[in-house]
């Protein structure tokens, strides 16, 4: 109920109304460098689209692999990219592996580099979120591997 009354508020994170959704010219520009096939690092505050950024290539129908530092990342995005694509991505838990499209992967480093064999590197996308978490004691190192992997 709360997001519904101040979803306006949410801008450009807004899944749970349809109005028409305004890309900043930044954003615009990213997409341009998607549609050229070119790499694309992008550093912006929370709640500025960059999942929306990130999602894309997906929309478009490239292949994609996202890694996020949480179980609980992984279930939100692989939510959106179900919403948005129709398809059924594979999310990498912790805990389990769920999911059909082998297009669309969105897991955690470790998971994935865990069952890297089965998830291979063929992948038009890579998507390293949170990557500040190279620092990170725990997880950085499943970062760091992966990003020599790709």
């Not at 979803?7 to 450009?12: Q, W």
């Not at 994170?13 to 990213?30: A, G, I, R, S």
Request: some cysteine.
């Amino acid at each position: 109920m709360q997001f519904e009354k101040l979803s306006n508020e949410l801008h450009p994170l807004d899944f749970y109304n349809e109005h028409p959704k305004v890309l900043d010219e930044w954003q615009v520009t990213v997409i341009r460098h998607i549609n050229r096939d070119e790499s694309v690092i992008i550093s912006a505050p929370t709640s500025c689209g960059k999942t929306w950024l990130a999602i894309y290539p997906a929309l478009i129908g490239k292949s994609i692999l996202f890694l996020v530092p949480t179980d609980a990342l992984v279930f939100q995005v692989g939510a959106l990219l179900n919403k948005y694509t129709s398809s059924q991505p594979i999310l990498m838990t912790g805990e389990a592996v769920y999911g059909s499209n082998p297009k669309i992967v969105v897991g955690t480093p470790k998971k994935v580099e865990d069952l890297l064999p089965v998830v291979g590197k063929d992948f038009d996308y890579i998507v390293y979120d949170e990557i500040h978490n190279l620092n990170d004691p725990e997880i950085g190192q499943y970062y760091e591997r992966l990003l020599e992997v790709f």
